[in-house]
């Protein structure tokens, strides 16, 4: 197939880029600078030059196209504006397709707001996170849109090794004391790989259903204080307990939408083990810490 990924230099979208290639697909993907168009072109992509946040240049000149996968986001605050700027862009772009293309859409495990001991599935209703609230209306334009074939893909917190959501811990346990969790080492975060994502990405590609959603959690929830331990044990941080920093402390530091890292949650990717045969292999982020070169 012939895709145009949104985000491929990302945590999520760089993953996504390097299976769609790896599984013999075509990839064209938005760079918005030098650096993620050289990075593109590098892992085998083409690189198309423009802004997510000013798509008529390049939305209006795409080339014929079997789907579209959107991993893009920039975390300021303008971020649901821009999102809700871009569909309102591409949408009406993509209906000129000659074939009706199919859309992935990135949600988010944070949308589900904190399930304590429950485990969200697809069904569960939003309470999500207010940064994010705008991904609501977003995704149900996507999941209903005339224009395309839309699917929706909530990620659990996304990892590599010590990258992704645990580079900023891993940062702490090198350069501080501690490791700092926010609100309590008890806070459970649902866990998936990069590469288990990228694959789910593949898989919901090729075999979902138009108008279908699915979570992407290989771990349903672990304690980040066990994390957190696993990075301090790696660097020899001087102290082994986590740093306990209020929600508003990263907050501060990092912007509103941070907060989701004080959320105890729980999400099951079991449907897209079931229905779409997704099968992560990594089960055990402590384990990989504690191995890492
Ligand atoms: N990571 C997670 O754990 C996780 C979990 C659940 C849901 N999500 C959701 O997944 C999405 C992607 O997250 P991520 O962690 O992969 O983000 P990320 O690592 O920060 O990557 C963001 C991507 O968006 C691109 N981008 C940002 N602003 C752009 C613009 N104006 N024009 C063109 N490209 C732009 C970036 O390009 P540059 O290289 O040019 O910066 C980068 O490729 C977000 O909506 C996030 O909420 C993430």
Redesign the pocket.
Known sequence: MRLFI????????SAVVQASIRRGHEVLA????DV?AAWLGEAGATPVL????APEPWALRLPPLDAVIH?????STAMGE?DRRLLAVLLPALATQPKRPRFIY?????LFGATGNNIATESTPFRPLSA?RWMVPNLTRILEAPEVDGIVI?????YAGDG??FQRLARDAIERDAVRVVESESVRWPLVHSDDLAVLYALALEGAPARSSYIGAAVDGLAIGRIARALARRYGTRRLEPQVIPANAIVAELGEWARGYALDQQLSGAKARRALGWAPKHLDPEGEIAGLP
């Open positions: 949104l985000g491929g230099t990302g945590s999520i979208g938005l760079a918005r600078s993620a423009g802004d997510m946040a991993t893009a986001c920039d975390f821009i990135t949600g988010g495990g944070w994010f909530h990620p659990a917190m996304v992704g959501v």
